[in-house]
């Protein structure tokens, strides 16, 4: 039995089929490659081109198959990444010249993965394209390290928050409101700039001693996961040594589990 059919017996149910000159947009998820759609593999499968950036993972590339073109987009040893409009073009190239087109991102594609910017692209070019799912970094790898989203008793809400943007920009978070929900947020894209944003937290009023962690390659052979406060998380960081990629989380979610995960 075939990949496709194997999946298809797994699913009971027929997997969509990705037809020449067409777009999937998928969410690898955070790494590990059991953490994949059903569907995503199935476009794996079929895949004539797979275009993906850095954090898709090189376990789930190696499943595409041995006659499929990968096609790099991301960022690569400290060089920028790659223009947005040089993907879209790329995607309408390719899409056009009839191949089979898997657009491949690390967790889901629509949670701070510039995956709606996309997919309306490609809308507008008239270029046929389906959304694939995916588990975003935040959740499953939070989760996947023994920290739930969410935990009665502890929390009613939950805020996935980016902290790429720096103070003043105009895209900047008001991170005293945020502060003031007290409620957990999980910060995306914010390893460069923590000291700023925890700063920015203590100042809105979270009390120092908030719960942090720091999950960073989640799911992946690499992971690494740091338990602090919001006062000693920035220099503890630094002094482990951690890097991007990271999820972090802020608040009562941290310790409810105690040890548990990975
Ligand atoms: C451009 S965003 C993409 C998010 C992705 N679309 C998602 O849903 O997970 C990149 C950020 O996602 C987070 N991230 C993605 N994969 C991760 C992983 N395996 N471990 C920790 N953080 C991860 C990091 O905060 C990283 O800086």
Sequence with gaps: ??????????????????????????GAGPGDPGMLTLDVLAGLAQAEV???????????LAMAPATAELRFVGKRGGRPSTPQAAI???????ALAGRRVLRLKGGDPFVFGRGGEEALALAAAGIPHR??????????????AGIPATHRGVNQAV???TGHAAEGAEDALDWTALARLGQPLLLYMAMRRLEAVTAALLRGGLPPGTPVAVVTEATRPGQRKLVSTLAEVAE???????DAPAIIAIGGIVGVLGGSGR
């Design 1 to 26: 039995m075939n990949r496709l059919a194997a999946l298809e017996a797994a699913m009971g149910r027929a997997a969509p089929v990705l037809e020449p000159g067409h777009v999937w947009l998928a």
């Design 50 to 60: 797979v275009v993906h950036d850095d954090l898709v993972d090189p376990r789930i």
């Design 236 to 242: 503890a960081v630094r002094g482990a040594g951690l």
């Design 159 to 161: 805020v996935l928050a």
């Design 131 to 144: 959304i694939l799912p995916g588990l975003t970094a935040g959740l499953a790898g939070l989760a996947a």
């Design 88 to 94: 879209l073009g790329l995607l309408a190239e390719l």
